[in-house]
């Protein structure tokens, strides 16, 4: 029976089908798949607003997308109270925002800390070119545009107004979102503005308008945005949470000293022309910095106290309960930017 023809095509069917799953399966691939199966390397995605004051967040952005660490995705928002939104939701654990709103989003009980600074400085007073304004007191009667009233921008100003003896209705204040300034005052639809840039300098660019004062000369070292993380990612991932900020500080080293390549980076992510950053960033040089933005205690107290005199906030802050430097690096070493052929 053994030698019949219909037992030899079972055995050799069964055989077949056998051998063909072998080969199915690829066993010889097992180790490499093992490895392509590992777990992916963590990712976390990042708001941003397009203001060179939020600048090191695309060139994390842009360096991590080859690092082995983790993946830092930027999300570009283009105004604050959508970014609140996402972060209340649970949809964001990581943020640029000003200042005086991360103080007033603790006040109402919402888990932030914030972290690192994003910058110094890289503010501006635009006001319109056919006005003859020379300070703060040349703008009674007009409207003046803010990114928001928690934002420092407000706060210096109405400090520059008291300090001039202006009283707070001498000037009328509007909310406005950053990018829409500069078509605002073109057609005279606000007659100043102070703003983070990079929306400052498309009026002086096109004549539209002028600086009348720069943020560093009228607040040396000038904080404007910073860098906050809910309590629920550093509780969760601190490894995460110490890898952004390591990655926020040394992109903004990188930045300091590749100023022209920093234009030509962000300016994508910014939805920007590249001239108009790379103006901002390089005219003067000191327009915005970098370096130094280790979140102090005073300074951050000092704004919390404006905030309250001026009732963005409804009580006391001590920033010492918002405030960790835990994850701050100890030596800052710049990024690694492989910048594209081209530039």
């Keep these: 029976m053994i030698r019949s023809p219909l037992f030899r095509w079972t055995l050799g069917a069964i055989l077949l ?7 199915r399966g690829r066993p010889w691939e097992r180790q490499a798949g093992q490895t392509a199966l590992a777990p992916a390397r963590e990712t976390l995605g990042v708001g941003f607003l397009p203001v060179t004051c939020h600048l090191t967040c695309p ?5 991590s997308k080859t690092s082995p660490n983790t993946r830092f995705a930027s999300q570009r928002f283009t105004d604050f109270p959508t970014v609140v939104e996402t972060l209340k939701s649970g949809r964001l ?14 006040e109402q009980g919402v888990g932030v800390r914030i972290v690192y600074l994003g910058h110094r400085d890289g503010s501006t007073v635009m006001v319109r070119s056919d006005l003859p304004a020379s300070s703060i007191a040349d703008l009674k009667g007009r409207i003046v ?8 921008q407000n706060l210096v100003f109405r400090k520059l107004m008291k300090d001039q003896g202006i009283e707070p209705d001498d000037i009328r204040f509007v909310e406005m979102p950053p990018p829409d300034m500069p078509g605002a005052l073109a057609t005279k639809a ?10 400052a300098a498309r009026v002086e ?3 539209t308008g002028r600086v009348l004062h720069h943020a560093k000369d009228i607040w040396p070292r000038f904080i404007s945005c910073v860098l906050v993380v809910t309590d629920e990612l550093i509780a969760e991932r601190p490894a995460v949470v110490q890898d952004l900020v390591r990655g926020i500080a040394e992109s903004g080293e990188w930045a300091e000293t590749h100023r022209e390549e920093a234009a030509a980076l962000v300016a994508p992510y910014f939805r920007q022309d590249e001239r108009l950053v790379r103006f901002v960033l390089t005219q003067p040089p000191d327009r915005v910095s970098y370096r130094m933005l280790t979140p ?4 951050l107290q000092h704004i919390a106290d404006m905030a309250l005199e001026a009732g963005i906030l409804d009580r006391a802050l001590d920033v010492r309960g918002l405030v960790d430097r835990q994850f701050i690096p100890a030596d800052i070493k710049p990024a690694h930017i492989d910048m594209p052929r081209d530039h």
């Design 59 to 63: 060139v994390t952005d842009f360096a």
């Design 145 to 152: 545009a803010i990114p928001s009233k928690y934002s420092n």
């Design 296 to 299: 102090e205690d005073d300074e």
């Design 93 to 106: 654990h990581a943020t640029f925002m000003i200042a005086p709103l991360a103080m007033k989003l603790r």
């Design 190 to 199: 606000i007659d100043a503005y102070f703003v983070g840039e990079p929306h």
């Design 205 to 207: 660019l096109d004549s």
């Design 17 to 23: 089908v056998a051998l063909l799953g072998v080969v």
